[in-house]
Nanobody, 124 residues
Framework: QVQLVESGGRLVQAGDSLRLSCAAS????????MGWFRQAPGQEREFVAT????????YYKDSVKGRFTISRENAKNMLYLQMNSLKPEDTAVYYC?????????????????WGQGTQVTVSS
């Protein structure tokens, strides 16, 4: 099973940009649809973005559309989340996740493997 490790989270100010990375181990990274989720204090873990196996298709939570970009480099076993124009409400622990489903999904239970999370804090 693939293993995932997120990095890049830190304290930033509103309006700043940040890129999160997710390093995947394993031989078949390109066989996984990937996603980013986030969890704020006292909240349920929520979907942020997903990307197809080839990287050719993406889908986003409405509130991040136009600000966040999910991408992947399959040759490097890497997943990214570029976050621009950050807002305090983006503050959360961000998780990358992998699913063996063939089609992009925003459904949390569809994801099989999760990283440990990386904290993003956006101050006002």
């Amino acid at each position: 099973q693939v293993q995932l490790v997120e990095s890049g989270g830190r304290l930033v100010q509103a309006g700043d940009s940040l890129r999160l990375s997710c390093a995947a181990s394993g031989r078949t990274f390109s066989s996984y649809v990937m996603g980013w989720f986030r969890q704020a204090p006292g909240q349920e873990r929520e979907f942020v973005a997903t990307i197809s196996r080839s990287g050719g298709s993406t889908y986003y939570k409405d509130s991040v559309k136009g600000r966040f970009t999910i991408s992947r480099e399959n040759a490097k076993n890497m997943l990214y989340l570029q976050m621009n124009s950050l807002k305090p409400e983006d503050t959360a622990v961000y998780y990358c996740a992998a699913t063996r489903r063939a089609i992009m999904t925003y459904v949390k239970p569809d994801y099989d493997v999760w990283g440990q999370g990386t904290q993003v804090t956006v101050s006002s």
